[in-house]
């Protein structure tokens, strides 16, 4: 197997057009027209830079797993559009985006990721509660307490030293200002 590369892209580009149509497919399969309207929800520009990204996992130069994310809050990214081809399932490569969009999220100064995936997707869900994600709806029932969407989320760690002001806040028992 040939190596990966990571890929930021906006969604348009050429190379996001597997991404767009398995994701339509997927999502009107399992819960008909209204998966058009969600993937019509959001333009490009929520996954663009300073506050969004939208990244691709490319084989051969050939997109196979992708995924984004928007601005939720000021310290909360959500992650949306995950996908990985239908050809490139079971090796990790929804791990690896989810990983990567941590990553880009946490550099960007997110604190925290939130997501929710739809009832009909038990692979989504296996996925987030792999990654480390917490549901935030009771893990043995089949949908949201409302029928809805499965909330998940989690709080990004620190990779390098924290800013000495978040410090102070921290230890006074404030959240940071920043």
């Known amino acids: 197997m040939s190596a990966l590369t990571v890929e ?7 190379l996001t057009e597997p991404l767009v149509r398995e994701l339509t497919h997927e999502y009107v399969t399992r819960y008909g027209p209204g998966g058009r309207e969600e993937m ?9 830079p300073p506050h969004g990204l939208l990244l691709l996992l490319l084989r051969d130069g050939e997109p196979v797993a992708g995924g ?8 909360t990214a959500e992650v949306k559009r ?7 399932r079971r ?12 990553d880009a999220a946490r550099e960007t100064g997110y604190r925290r990721i939130f997501l ?11 996925l ?3 990654a480390g994600y917490t549901p935030l709806f ?19 760690t620190r990779t390098t030293a924290p800013h000495p002001q978040d410090l102070a806040a921290e230890a006074a028992g404030k959240a940071p200002s920043r």
């Open 138 to 156: 009771d893990v043995r029932a089949r949908t949201a307490p409302d029928g809805g969407p499965l909330p998940f989320e989690k709080h990004l």
């Open 128 to 130: 987030y509660l792999a």
């Open 8 to 14: 930021r892209a906006v969604l348009g580009d050429p």
């Open 82 to 88: 995950m996908w990985t081809a239908a050809a490139h």
């Open 68 to 75: 984004a994310y928007r601005r939720y809050d000021a310290d």
């Open 91 to 102: 090796q990790g490569l929804g791990l690896r985006v989810l990983a990567e969009l941590e």
């Open 116 to 126: 929710t995936t739809g009832p009909r997707q038990p692979e989504a869900k296996g």
């Open 40 to 48: 019509a929800r959001y333009g490009a520009e929520e996954f663009a």
